[in-house]
Each structure stands twice: as structure tokens, then as C-alpha cells.
């Protein structure tokens, strides 16, 4: 058995659509033409809604937590090892969020994510109950129509 619990790697991917919704509304700020910023905003608000489906299965999942000396100091613990350590790394997140200053890098820094996410999803649904591999396998389907809609962005606004 490794460092965690299934229920630990669905906790991962509630952190992971956090940040992407935060993301997003950033990248709305950011972003100068309309057809982008609505776009940003759509994948903010599936993002939250990815967040609470995987709230969802991580209520029903058997949680075994190991020993705390205060309340919250797991919870503590594993938003910052995602943020650290899966996808979300601070560091090279800090660097490259330093390089969002406009459209396209935006666009560039969501694919990426959106990228990651991705292979991150395909990763856990062996670590989920049997029963909520449909529910993983529609994220990841709609991750790859976010990829596929930032993407058709970017060769539409920079051909590319």
C-alpha cells in the first residue's frame, strides 16, 4: 500500500479543479477579447462543477485519516502536496503564472493544465470505487472538450 488512500488521490482532484477555477477567473482578467473571456468563465464554472462531483465521491468513500495534532492538519497536508507535487507544483506554477500576462499565454498555460488533468484522471480511476469510473470517465471527456475549445481559440485567434 502506498503514502495514501484512494479517498487521498480524490481529495488531489478536488485541489486540482480548485486551482483550475481560480485559474480561469484569473485568465478572464486578463484576457482582452470577449469570445476568450467568455470562454475562461465557461471553464471556471465546469471546473467548480467538477469539484463538487469529485466532493461528491470523496464523501462517500471511505476515509481513513492517520493521527492529527490539530484539526485540519491532513487536509492541510494534502493541499499542499498538490500544490507542490501534482500538476499544480508552486514553484513552476509561481514561474509560469509570472509569464500570464496576456491572451495567448493564458491560453497556452490552460492547455497545459488542461493537458494534465487529463492524464492525472486517467491515473486515479483505478483507485475508485468500481462504481464511480463512469463519473471519472465523463470528466476526462469533459476536460478533453475543454482542451479542444482552448485549443480552437488559440489557432483562431493566433493560428497556431
Same mark, same amino acid.
Given at each position: 500500500?502506498?503514502?495514501?488512500?484512494?479517498?487521498?488521490?480524490?481529495?488531489?482532484?478536488?485541489?486540482?479543479?480548485?486551482?483550475?477555477?481560480?485559474?480561469?477567473?484569473?485568465?478572464?482578467?486578463?484576457?482582452?477579447?470577449?469570445?476568450? $473571456? *467568455?470562454? @475562461? !468563465?465557461?471553464?471556471?464554472? #465546469?471546473? &467548480?462543477?467538477? $469539484? *463538487?462531483? @469529485? !466532493?461528491?465521491?470523496?464523501? #462517500?468513500? &471511505?476515509?481513513?485519516?492517520?493521527?492529527?495534532?490539530?484539526?485540519?492538519?491532513?487536509?492541510?497536508?494534502?493541499?499542499?502536496?498538490?500544490?507542490?507535487?501534482?500538476?499544480?507544483?508552486?514553484?513552476?506554477?509561481?514561474?509560469?503564472?509570472?509569464?500570464?500576462?496576456?491572451?495567448?499565454?493564458?491560453?497556452?498555460?490552460?492547455?497545459?493544465?488542461?493537458?494534465?488533468?487529463?492524464?492525472?484522471?486517467?491515473?486515479?480511476?483505478?483507485?475508485?470505487?468500481?462504481?464511480?469510473?463512469?463519473?471519472?470517465?465523463?470528466?476526462?471527456?469533459?476536460?478533453?472538450?475543454?482542451?479542444?475549445?482552448?485549443?480552437?481559440?488559440?489557432?483562431?485567434?493566433?493560428?497556431?
Amino acid at each position: 500500500m502506498g503514502a495514501f488512500e484512494a479517498s487521498d488521490i480524490v481529495e488531489f482532484a478536488i485541489r486540482i479543479e480548485e486551482n483550475g477555477a481560480n485559474f480561469y477567473r484569473f485568465a478572464v482578467q486578463i484576457a482582452k477579447d470577449e469570445s476568450t $473571456k *467568455k470562454l @475562461f !468563465e465557461q471553464l471556471a464554472t #465546469a471546473e &467548480d462543477y467538477h $469539484k *463538487k462531483t @469529485f !466532493e461528491k465521491i470523496f464523501a #462517500a468513500m &471511505d476515509k481513513a485519516a492517520p493521527p492529527e495534532g490539530y484539526p485540519g492538519e491532513y487536509a492541510a497536508y494534502l493541499h499542499n502536496y498538490v500544490d507542490n507535487a501534482i500538476i499544480f507544483k508552486k514553484e513552476a506554477l509561481d514561474q509560469e503564472l509570472a509569464r500570464v500576462k496576456d491572451t495567448a499565454s493564458a491560453l497556452d498555460f490552460a492547455i497545459q493544465r488542461e493537458m494534465d488533468s487529463i492524464l492525472y484522471y486517467h491515473e486515479i480511476k483505478g483507485m475508485v470505487p468500481t462504481h464511480e469510473h463512469g463519473t471519472v470517465d465523463k470528466i476526462i471527456e469533459e476536460e478533453r472538450r475543454h482542451l479542444t475549445m482552448l485549443s480552437v481559440m488559440k489557432k483562431q485567434q493566433y493560428g497556431c
